[in-house]
């Protein structure tokens, strides 16, 4: 809801994948103060009110979405919020809820910490002495395990325009100044190598939405920007809508973001493995 008043009230919000309500302050001078009262707002995958100031849809290439915040006017004002009742949202910054699902090794079928198979990474054994011993039957269908559990993408040139919790322009990136969010780039983490697993943060946005001004709407990236550029969302649908689905909230609205283990391929290609995921990770 962009520079209208309106009165919110005795709604039930629950499971929303973005939040439970969203009103962007407004000019005190125009209009009276948002009403928000009496409403349930619970198990939301995002802020229970979110009075965030909105950027709008025409942002383009052109200096720094971020510079905005500065010129803010002064007059504005947030709604006034009563008698809300507010449970088990997710705030900005926060993690998914925990889902921890118990590992199982191929071999002997414990449940623990296990060691994976560095040729398909998807089995995982107890100590090694479990891995040797399925050997004999895991080589047959280590290959085809990677194959399965795993997909190659293409990473395009990076679009300028707003980009999950970060901005880009022709002459470089802002991350969003937010205390939760850490910063990437090579200072901060090293490059990936072949062969090794490391993680990458795939961010996917709405359809709709067009703050980027015709950027992508589904990018790629690692802690050290070694991999940074964008992804093609038809031709990589299903990671699409994995990240849609099943993503946290991004800085900017519409942005869900999902964090991957993947492994360096040929022809600059990156294989994301989709079998099992890294916990959330704070850049």
């Known amino acids: 809801m962009t520079d209208a008043w309106c009165r919110v009230s005795r709604n039930k919000i629950y499971q929303n994948k973005y939040g439970g309500i969203s009103v962007v302050p407004i000019r ?9 009262e009496f409403n349930q707002i619970v198990g939301n995958e995002g802020p229970a009110i979110d009075q965030t100031f909105a950027l709008p849809d025409n942002v383009g290439p052109v200096g720094s979405p971020f510079n905005m915040y500065k010129s803010m006017p002064d007059n504005l004002k947030e709604a006034i919020c009563t008698e809300n009742v507010l449970k088990e949202n997710i705030n900005d910054g926060m993690p998914p809820p925990s889902q921890d699902v118990p590992e199982i090794c191929f071999f002997c079928h414990k449940k623990g910490q296990l060691k994976k198979c560095i040729g398909c990474f998807t089995a995982g054994y107890c100590n090694s002495e479990c891995q040797e011993s399925d050997w004999k039957k895991h080589r047959n269908n280590c290959a085809w395990l990677l194959e399965k559990y795993s997909v190659l993408v293409k990473v395009l040139p990076s679009s ?16 969003a100044a937010n205390e939760w969010l850490e910063q990437s780039g090579p200072e901060y983490a090293v490059a990936p190598k072949l062969g090794k697993r490391f993680i990458v943060k795939i961010q996917a946005c709405d359809n709709w939405r067009r703050s980027n001004d015709g950027g992508t709407l589904f990018a790629i990236e690692d802690r050290s920007l070694t991999i940074n550029g964008d992804l093609d969302k038809h031709e990589h649908s299903g990671i699409y809508h994995l990240v849609r689905e099943c993503g946290s909230n991004c800085h900017f609205y519409g942005w869900k973001k999902k964090f991957f283990w993947a492994l360096l391929a040929k022809n600059e290609m990156v294989r994301v493995l989709i079998g099992d995921f890294p916990t959330y990770q704070r850049w």
């Open 160 to 175: 300028c325009g707003l980009l999950g919790d970060k901005y880009i322009s022709m002459e470089s990136e802002v991350k």
């Open 28 to 36: 005190s001078d125009v209009h009276e103060q948002v009403v928000i």
